[in-house]
C-alpha cells in the first residue's frame, strides 16, 4: 500500500485542506477568456473515499473583482496521482504532505479544518480496502449466479462437461491404436498340446497368411504336438479351431498351420520388405506374452543382421536366423507373432530373446529389450515351400565349419560329421576351391566371425544365388564365388 494515501497531522497555524471532494451547493463559476488560469500546487493529492461527516460549509456570496481569478471550487475531482511537472516528495512518515499557505481571497472564510486523525483515517482505508474486496467479490458471485440462471450464451463457462465431448473419437491411421485395431483380428493364439499321456504343451502366437486358413508361426510353438498332439488356434473374437501342422522348418523356425474348418472373411495381413527395413524404424509386436493374448508393445529396429543360433530346449537342432533384433518387448509366448512396421506390414516373426545370464532362446526368463525376429522376406520363402511340399529346402555350400570358434571367422573342419569329408566332393565349396583349414571370414557383403553367423547369412539366400567368399589360408587373403546348393528337409 502506498503511504501517499495515509493521513498526516496538520499544523495548528494553517487552515487544513478538505480531505475529500463535495458537491457544492452553488454551481462554480465559468472563468472569461481573459482570465488567467490558477497557479497549480505542488501537493500530490490524491482521491479519498467520501467520509459523510465532511460536509463543506456554505460558500457566501462575493462581488467578483474583474480583472481577477476566480476562486477554485471543490468541485472539481482530485487526481489519482500526482502532476507530473515537479511532485513534492513526501516526508518520513507521512503519506499526505502538509498543503502550501492558503491566503484567503476576497475576504472568503475558510472552511474550518476537521481533527486530525491518522491511525483512525488508515484503519479507516483499510476498511474501506476490505468492504470493496467483499463488494467485488460479492459482485462476482453475483454476476456468476445472475449468467447461470439466463443461460445467457455470451456467457461461457470454462469448464466441459463430459455431455461436450466428441460422440465418436477416431484414430489418426499410423497411429499404433489404429495398425494395433486393424492388425488384431489377424493374430492368433496357438495352445499346442503333445500326444503323451501328460498332454503337456504350451501357448505361443501366429497370423493368418492367406484365406485359405495358413497360419504361419514359429517351429518351436507346435513342436511338441507334430507327432500326435493337438493343436487349437483362438482369434480375438473367442472363436476356437482345430489346426493341423502343413509343415515346419526346424532349421528355420518356422511353421505353417491349416485351420480344419477356416472360416470365411479371414483377412490376412500384409506382407513388408524386410530388405529395407532400417535401423530406427517403429516396431509394434503382438502376441500372447505368459499367455495374456492379444497384447502389443511398441519399440524400433535396434539392428539389423544379428546372427542369431537358438534352440526349443528339447534337445533338437538349433536354428539360425540373420534377425531384426528389435527393443520391443517380447517374451515367451509371443513366439511366431508378428512384427508390425508404423504401416501395419509384416517385417519379422518374433522367435527369440536374450535374457540377463543367459544365451539366445525361445524360452527365457523375461524381455530385457534384447528381442529377435526372423525377417519376413526369409519367412515368406519358407511358408511358400511348406505349403506346396511340406518340407523345407535349404541352401548350402557343402562343407562343415567349426561351429564353436568366435570371433576369428568360420573354420572349414578337418573332417565332417561321421568321419566324411569336411568338404563334400565336387559340391559348391569344392569347386570354387575351399578346403579343410580355411577361414571364411567374409559372405557376400557381410563380415562371417563364427560358424552360426555364416549358417544365418548363407540361409537368407536361395539355392542357385552366386556369392562372393572371402577367406583366409596360411596368412593370405582371398577371394573365391560359390554357387549355393540345397538340401530339402531337416535331418
Known amino acids: 500500500m502506498s503511504t501517499e494515501n495515509e493521513g498526516t497531522a496538520v499544523p495548528a497555524d494553517h487552515p487544513a485542506a478538505p480531505s475529500t471532494p463535495s458537491t457544492p451547493a452553488t454551481p462554480p463559476t465559468t472563468p472569461s477568456a481573459s482570465t488567467p488560469a490558477p497557479e497549480p500546487t505542488d501537493a500530490p493529492t490524491v482521491a479519498q473515499t467520501p467520509v459523510p461527516e465532511a460536509t463543506p460549509p456554505q460558500t457566501p456570496p462575493r462581488t467578483p473583482a474583474p480583472a481577477s481569478a476566480p476562486e477554485p471550487t471543490a468541485t472539481t475531482p482530485l487526481p489519482t496521482a500526482p502532476p507530473a511537472a515537479t511532485p513534492t516528495p513526501a516526508a518520513a512518515g507521512a503519506g499526505w504532505p502538509p498543503p502550501p499557505p492558503t491566503v484567503p481571497a476576497w475576504g472568503t472564510p475558510l472552511p474550518p479544518a476537521p481533527p486530525a486523525s491518522p491511525r483512525r483515517r488508515t484503519g479507516g482505508l483499510v476498511a474501506a480496502v476490505l468492504v470493496a474486496a467483499l463488494v467485488a467479490g460479492g459482485i462476482g458471485g453475483g454476476i456468476g449466479y445472475w449468467a447461470a440462471e439466463r443461460g445467457d450464451e455470451t456467457v461461457s463457462s470454462t469448464t466441459v462437461s463430459s455431455g461436450e465431448a466428441p460422440a ?89 498351420l491349416k485351420l480344419t474348418n477356416a472360416p470365411k472373411g479371414l483377412k490376412p495381413l500384409a506382407l513388408g520388405d524386410s530388405d529395407k527395413v532400417a535401423v530406427g524404424d517403429s516396431t509394434i509386436a503382438i502376441g500372447a506374452p505368459f499367455g495374456l493374448s492379444n497384447t502389443v508393445t511398441t519399440g524400433i529396429i535396434s539392428a539389423k543382421n544379428r546372427p542369431v543360433a537358438s534352440g526349443d530346449g528339447s534337445g533338437g537342432s538349433n536354428s539360425y536366423m540373420s534377425a531384426l533384433q528389435t527393443d520391443a518387448s517380447i517374451n515367451p509366448g509371443n513366439s511366431g507373432g508378428p512384427l508390425l512396421d508404423a504401416s501395419g506390414a509384416v517385417i519379422g516373426i518374433n522367435s527369440a530373446i536374450q535374457s540377463a545370464g543367459s544365451g539366445f532362446g525361445q524360452s527365457q526368463a523375461g524381455s530385457i529389450g534384447l528381442g529377435f525376429a526372423i525377417p519376413v522376406n526369409q519367412a515368406k520363402n519358407v511358408a511358400q515351400q511348406l505349403i506346396r511340399t511340406g518340407k523345407p529346402v535349404y541352401p548350402v555350400i557343402g562343407a562343415t565349419v567349426n561351429m564353436q570358434e568366435q570371433g576369428e571367422g568360420a573354420t572349414i573342419a578337418s573332417q565332417g560329421s561321421g568321419g566324411t569329408p569336411s568338404v563334400t566332393p565336387d559340391g559348391p565349396a569344392a569347386k570354387a576351391g575351399l578346403k579343410a583349414g580355411d577361414v571364411i571370414t567374409g559372405f557376400g557383403d557381410h563380415q562371417i566371425d563364427s560358424g552360426p553367423t555364416l549358417i544365418s547369412e548363407i540361409w537368407t539366400h536361395k539355392p542357385g544365388d552366386q556369392v562372393k567368399i572371402t577367406y583366409e589360408r596360411d596368412g593370405k587373403t582371398s577371394t573365391a564365388t560359390v554357387t549355393l546348393g540345397e538340401r530339402t528337409g531337416d535331418s
Do not use: C, M, W
Not at 503333445?194 to 497360419?215: L, M, N, P, R, W
Not at 511338441?224 to 479351431?241: E, M, R
Open 168 to 256: 465418436s473419437f477416431k484414430r489418426e491411421p499410423g497411429t499404433v491404436a489404429a495398425v494395433a485395431a486393424k492388425a488384431l483380428p489377424s493374430v492368433v493364439t496357438i495352445q499346442a498340446k503333445s500326444g503323451g499321456s501328460q498332454g503337456e504343451g504350451g501357448t505361443g502366437t501366429g497370423f493368418v497368411y492367406d484365406q485359405e486358413g495358413h497360419i504361419v508361426t514359429n517351429n518351436h510353438v507346435v513342436a511338441s504336438a507334430a507327432d500326435g498332439g493337438t493343436l487349437s488356434v483362438t482369434f480375438p473374437d473367442g472363436k476356437s479351431y482345430d489346426a493341423q501342422v502343413v509343415g515346419r522348418a526346424e532349421g528355420y523356425d518356422v511353421a505353417v
